[in-house]
């Protein structure tokens, strides 16, 4: 089957089951959260996948003694329910000590939109980046999904993936990118970098070709890993433009426009920056995705909009 005829989430845990079927140290936990592929892992591999039940807090310590035992362990549950409700069994469990524990995110900002802020993944990048020991990847397309599992496999320490669900167009060339830069230029353009992640940088894409409309040169820029940021090479491209633009589904404050606006203060580079993205704000309307991104004004032509009365003239 083609990558892209893949869920995202099964392309990350069909990579994960071949990983754990040659290594017997690999331990599947879950939180009573399930995948289609996840089936086969529990059926073929059962002596190496547990699902806990509700209770994220303790599958995190679980996990934290398995891979003091010497065994590389992935857990997996709702973005909240892993990240800001297990924050500080995270943080004392996994970081202090520098684990090898891998946490699986799914739910990536509006993703339940109908289920309201207790299941939006909208404040876990701004939480889990303080982190210092962590690494935090997020996903853009089933290739670097799937990509994924084998880079957190090899990682030392704690890595936090954020997978969509569904299937999204494919960006990248399965045998021509093994995503070790941190970032991707999948667009050049010289008036305007565009710095996105995740499903957003599909909006970007289109962004940027209504942009061209306007005779506007928008390049764009996959930040698929969000920490640590390959601050060299990001510079490199954004040297390149006039202004800056990035788009994200998560709360403004802590996201990428965040990580943007430090890296260009601390590199001493005097370029315009437009950050979009959530309001300082919980979003209280439940909904399709599509139109809570179209209530907070992150549907193409919305953001079409803002960079264009933003641009300056």
Not at 115 to 140: C, F, K, Q, V, Y
Not at 228 to 246: F, G, H, Q, R, Y
Not at 290 to 304: G, I, M, P, R, W
């Amino acid at each position: 089957m083609k990558l892209s005829d893949v869920d995202m989430r099964d392309a990350f845990f069909d990579e994960v089951y071949n990983i754990a079927k040659s290594d017997p140290n690999v331990i599947f936990l879950t939180a009573d959260m399930g995948a289609y592929s996840l089936v086969r892992f529990k059926k073929e591999l059962s002596n190496q996948f547990i699902n806990v039940g509700i209770a994220e807090q303790n599958m995190v310590s679980i996990a934290a003694g398995f891979a003091l035992g010497g065994k590389k362990v992935f857990i997996y549950s709702i973005i909240p329910f892993i990240t800001l409700r297990c924050y500080e069994q995270i943080k004392v469990d996994l970081c202090c000590m520098n684990l090898p524990v891998t946490i699986i995110g799914v739910g990536v900002g509006l993703t339940y939109g109908s289920d309201g802020p207790t299941h939006h993944g909208t404040n876990d990048i701004a939480a889990m980046r303080a982190l210092p020991e962590i690494t935090i990847l997020n996903s853009s397309d089933s290739i670097n999904t799937k990509a994924f599992a084998t880079i957190a496999y090899k990682n030392a320490g704690p890595t936090y993936v954020r997978i969509e669900r569904g299937k999204l167009p494919l960006i990248y060339d399965e045998e021509n990118t093994n995503f070790q830069d941190g970032l991707f230029e999948i667009k050049v353009g010289c008036d305007l970098t565009i710095i996105s992640t995740g499903i957003m940088v599909h909006q970007a894409l289109k962004v940027s070709e209504i942009l061209a409309s306007h005779s506007i040169s928008a390049g764009v820029i996959d930040l698929y890993r969000i920490k640590p940021t390959n601050n060299e090479m990001l510079l490199k491209i954004i040297d390149k433009s006039k202004c800056v633009v990035t788009i994200e589904e998560n709360i403004i404050i802590g996201g990428i426009g965040s990580i943007i606006s430090e890296v260009l203060t601390d590199n001493n580079r005097n370029i315009s920056l437009k950050r979009i993205a959530i309001p300082d704000e919980h979003c209280f309307n439940t909904g399709e995705r599509e139109y809570l991104q179209t209530l907070y004004k992150l549907d193409t032509n919305s953001v079409v909009r803002t960079i264009l009365e933003w641009l300056p003239r």
